[in-house]
């Protein structure tokens, strides 16, 4: 056998990633965007793969200066040319790029301003009136970003989403530094238009904002608009609106009243009787856990088509066929796709442990996802039918160079009522004598861990440790009940788990039990506070942007609904709850050395609450560290550090290096 080759340090800022395949309506070739890795900026551009000839290049290239390259590639219908967003000016355009040779050119996205709160008649500076007889001027179109936008099947239509610009009016009181913002009353949002992509023409629709995604019906001649309440309305109350409006009237959208406020994801049926969405489960279940949901406009009638599935669903657009409907779900530690044709849901086979955006032509004739295993990196795969036989396709070289690959190991044990899984990664050396344990902690805590491909932990097997990486109570994957069963018990029994996890893996496998670390981001970098404060078994603990006082988290995070349900209202309705479930409240029982990893522009966990803990256990005479990332949000900052493609070119790899140093220094290695 040759010498395993892990990754280091420097070859995570070497890999890249590839999201969105899109297949061509002839379904001969696929698009698809490829990230460029961390240490070469990060940026996504879109790339080209014949089926046939099973060869890629690379389609689009952007200025220095741009600093995100191009996403959001999608074919227009005829296949004639392909479309994507750009911010190579001073806004984000739609590019089309034909097929058949040419450069790519942006459409004119420019409309008179809906809002201009310069005019307002408290504006500061005050509105000077026109002179007596005078006209007031008339507002001039504005040139505007484009956020999202959705194909007509036919081609006559795009449907942008488009925020309200920034009027000139406006650009004059922020130079001046007229700028207070009156909190929850900004009249900006995101609206739709409609725009003809033969002549550039924009029309205006009375869908109110904020937009936030649009379904069109296979006949093109309406589509369905989701809105969401502006100005923190979803933090009182799940806010969404549905919104059919039809093309040739986009002055009279119609709401759809029965559409429940956490609508999510829709598409029609291929006749277009019927509208599939995502939703707010029936069971009692965390906020944003879903079942699928038939609605038939003609009688306004809904039908549950997913309640007491034993698996999660996904949160992709259920994709329709002739006589099903098709969504993503978990289930256990696999992902896989769901057809509903009949009261029993038919889980399709895969090859690969998860799978995950797929897409199809209109005839159905090709259909392309990605997959991957714990011991195979993320591929593209291709197929003309569903069930039938599936190759990988040719596609730009993910990794730097060929790193030896682990198949983990699914494990079970028995934590109080419940059978909980864990997947187990060992290191080569375990196989000559016990080494290391990391136990890794996902996030959510309506999340899960899956049997794919992870480069942070082929990076932590790296140093010689295994990892166990565990779907404690409160995880997806396992039904609605499982997700629930942390409801007011959060570092509870989900803690019980955890550790029971670490013995069943203790007892049965070769791990040296005076070498323990945890390590966990976002609710992980929680239940790493938990642990902190409640065993003394782990020789470190990594916490990376975590809640640890509930109660000052609710009041500054950027969205409360979610919190709210577990510990069943307002925290301070229920201040005992709030505590026992804070981390903060068993600081003063902390010994194991901690470190605190935080993105100081983090609005979901922000970075007070890893300040309070620095402050506590650092006055409890605790060994720990704290380190702050500049510019760095919640995903942006955990998702560097797992190693993937970052534009701060070296946070990710500062992180790692003191999570490995900090370990090593506990373990006394």
Known sequence: MGEDHFPSNEDMRHVRSMAQPKVSPDGQSVLIQISDATADGG????????????????????????????????????????????????????????????????????????????????????????????????????????????????????????????????????????????????????????????????????????????????????????????????????????????????????????????????????????????AQAKAEAPPGYEDLYELTPADASIRDLSDGFSGSLGHDEPIAEERAILESAQVGTRTTLVRWAGDHPEQLHFDTATVSQFNTNVKHTAWVWLGSSSNQPPALYYAERLGGTAKTLNTPKLLPADWTQVQSQLISWKSGTFSIEGLLYLPPQAARHKVPLIVDVHGGPTGAFEGNWNALTEFLMGQGWAVLRTNPRGSTGYGAGFAAANKNDLGGGDYHDIMAGVDTVLAKYPIDPDKLALMGYSYGGEMAGFVEGRTDRFKAIVSGAPVIDQESEYGTESGSWYDRWFYGGHPWEHPESAWRQSPLANAAHAKTPFLLLQGESDRTDPLGQSQEMYRALRQMGVEVEMVQYPREDHGPLGGGIFGAPSTEPWHGFDGRQRIVTFIKKAFGE
């Open 43 to 278: 940026k996504s551009h879109l790339w080209l793969v014949d089926v046939k000839a099973d060869t890629s290049r690379q389609l689009t290239w952007s200025p220095t200066a741009d600093k995100r390259g191009e996403s959001g590639g999608q074919w227009m219908p005829d296949g004639s040319s392909i479309l994507f967003l750009a911010h190579r000016g001073e806004h984000t355009q739609l590019f089309q790029l034909p097929m058949n040779g040419g450069e790519a050119h942006p459409f004119e996205v420019k409309i008179v301003p809906p809002v201009d709160e310069s005019t307002a008649p408290d504006a500061i500076p005050p509105v000077k009136k026109p002179a007596a007889g005078a006209e007031a001027a008339k507002p001039e179109p504005v040139e505007c970003d484009v956020e999202r936008y959705f194909i007509a099947p036919s081609g006559k239509y795009i449907a942008i989403l488009v925020r309200d610009p920034e009027t000139p009016g406006e650009k004059k009181e922020h130079d001046e530094k007229a700028d207070a913002v009156w909190v929850n009353h900004n009249p900006h949002g995101s609206r739709l238009y409609l725009l003809d992509p033969a002549d550039g023409k924009i029309t205006p629709t009375a869908v109110p904002p904020d937009v936030r995604g649009v379904s069109w019906a296979p006949q093109s001649d309406r589509l369905l608009a989701i809105a969401e309440g502006m100005n923190g309305a979803g933090d009182l109350a799940p806010a969404a609106t549905a919104w059919v409006l039809a093309v040739a009237d986009p002055a009279h959208p119609s709401q759809v009243k029965s559409a429940p406020t956490t609508i999510g994801a829709a598409a029609w049926s291929l006749d277009g009787s019927h509208i599939y969405f995502l």
